[in-house]
């Protein structure tokens, strides 16, 4: 209970820091209006989710789409759950930030305790335009996925891999990719590949449905990232790309969660290329490794702190780009830390009220100088306890690694690339041996976990 209590409590804090601040600005001079103050705040921090076709379940492109709504925004704004931004303010600034200010909350507050009136008509700002239907605007190459796939009502959750043919004639360098689901809410999250040999789109399908299960897209594939829920797409800062070669075939592996009604996935996908090959290669330090696998992550029913850690000092200079946690309902907290050489800690990622919906890609406004020595330190907690309300099972359930949504997994990665270019192979293999040592090590000591390792593999 004491993690919400004290969640609760700073809620109400800032409730009353914001009226405080709305009582000052009302007195200040004229009432708040939709056109003056409120339009503003809404059209730059809101309508890019809120309009149709994107994630959000209402639009708010006007001022009766706002007033409508004008009391639940009031909370979800003061209580920080809108716009969705989880981490809090580390040692470094991060780029695209979704928070409002204090006096842009007290503003929204202020006008719905005034009554939301609409204001001077000659001051109505034009509602924003979006160019196209994709976040990032119109992307270089759209591919649409051959067939729907076909997610029953019900089930365990399912893991497919659909290959397309990209028809590429020359390499390209990818700066982002934005997916469009068409089934948005089957979709908890996909893993993107390219397949080099270019031949993955002729492996029959499996069944009635387009693409093969399993969670290996192939052997020879090259990660391309991903998307899960609530994610925005952004692009890779500075001229950073991700290689897919000429005649390359793309995969999705798709993370299927049956909703209670059957749905048909066939989604869009837009992809946005550099202009040129990028200086540096980026590279993922993943702590701990593989999600946990190998980590122990055994949580029992009813535990309330259940914490893992990892630390990892770097053999080469970094420079950060950004960072990334992912995790499943029972998690809490998130915490990367950097223990600079001189001995200065500094915060890369801090969530405190982890939100299973939320799994966003936090990039750094400038790059983070991370010297040869840094070490990097991950800690993750989860609640398995009744008073979770995110926890999927009532009564909680042990929990241990797994696929499905129910069990767990967690890890946080900072995105980064090699100071020096050249280190990048020394950075890369170091972190592929440690990644085995651990696996074979919790394996030999563990025939259980090796027992369902080869069963994930054979998959
Ligand atoms: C990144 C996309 C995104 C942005 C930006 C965003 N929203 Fe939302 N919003 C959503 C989604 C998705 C939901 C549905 C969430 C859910 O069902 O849990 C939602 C739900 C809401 C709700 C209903 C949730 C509730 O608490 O009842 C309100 C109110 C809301 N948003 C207001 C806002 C306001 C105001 C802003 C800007 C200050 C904003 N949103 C910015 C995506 C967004």
Not at 31 to 49: D, E, G, K, L, M
Not at 61 to 66: A, F, I, P, R
Not at 243 to 271: L, M, N, R, W
Not at 277 to 305: M, V
Request: aromatic share 8%; glycine share 8%.
């Amino acid at each position: 209970m004491k993690a919400h209590f004290t969640q609760n409590r700073s809620i109400l804090l800032a409730m009353i820091l914001a009226l405080t601040f709305a009582a000052r600005v009302a007195q200040a001079g004229d009432a708040v209006t939709f056109n003056n103050q409120v339009a503003p705040i809404i059209y730059q921090n809101c309508s890019s989710c809120h309009r149709p076709g994107e994630a959000a379940p209402f639009s708010l492109l006007s001022y009766e789409d706002v007033r409508r709504k004008g009391k639940t925004i009031g909370k979800a704004t003061v209580s920080h759950s809108m716009p969705p931004w989880k981490a809090e303010p580390a040692s470094y600034a991060y780029r695209d930030e979704r928070r409002l200010t204090d006096q842009q909350i007290a503003e929204i507050q202020s006008w719905v305790a005034g009554g939301m009136a609409e204001g001077d008509s000659s001051q109505k700002p034009a509602p924003p335009k979006f160019a196209s239907g994709w976040q990032l605007g119109e992307p270089d190459l759209v591919i649409e996925m051959p067939a729907g796939f076909h997610v029953p009502a019900d089930g365990p959750d399912i893991y497919r891999n659909i290959p397309v043919q990209l028809g590429l004639t020359e390499d390209k360098w990818v700066t982002a990719i934005d997916m469009k689901p068409s089934a948005r809410a089957v979709v908890h999250h996909v893993l993107y590949f390219a397949d080099g040999s270019g031949h993955a789109h002729e492996r029959p399908s499996q069944g009635a449905e387009p693409g093969y299960s399993g969670m290996r897209a192939g052997r020879q594939v090259i990660p391309l990232g991903g998307w899960a829920v609530g994610a925005q797409p952004h692009f890779y800062p500075d001229g950073l790309a991700l290689k897919v070669p000429a005649g390359s075939d793309f995969i999705v592996q798709y993370h299927f969660h049956p909703t209670g009604k059957p749905e048909v996935e066939k989604s869009k996908i837009g992809f946005y290329f550099a202009k040129k090959a990028p200086e540096r290669n980026i590279t993922r330090i993943q702590l701990p490794p593989h999600y946990s696998l190998f980590s122990g992550l055994d949580i029992p029913a009813g535990e309330k702190d259940f914490v893992l850690r990892d630390s990892y000092t770097l053999p080469v200079a970094v420079d950060g780009v950004g960072v990334s946690a992912h995790a499943h309902y029972l998690a809490t907290q998130m915490k990367m830390t950097a223990t600079l050489p001189d001995g200065q800690v500094k915060t890369l990622l801090l969530i405190k009220d982890w939100d299973f919906a939320w799994q966003d890609r936090y990039y750094f406004k400038d790059f983070v100088p991370l010297p040869k020595g840094t070490m990097l330190s991950a800690e993750i907690h989860w609640d398995n306890s009744a008073d979770n309300p995110h926890n999927p099972s009532n009564p909680p359930i042990h929990v241990q690694w797994g696929e499905e949504s129910k069990d767990e997994m967690g890890s946080i990665s900072l995105i980064a690339v090699p100071h020096v270019e050249s280190d990048l192979g020394t950075l890369n293999s170091e972190l592929a041996t440690r990644g085995r040592k651990l696996a074979r090590d919790k394996m030999a000591a563990n025939p259980e976990l090796a027992k369902k390792v080869m069963r994930l593999l054979a998959d």
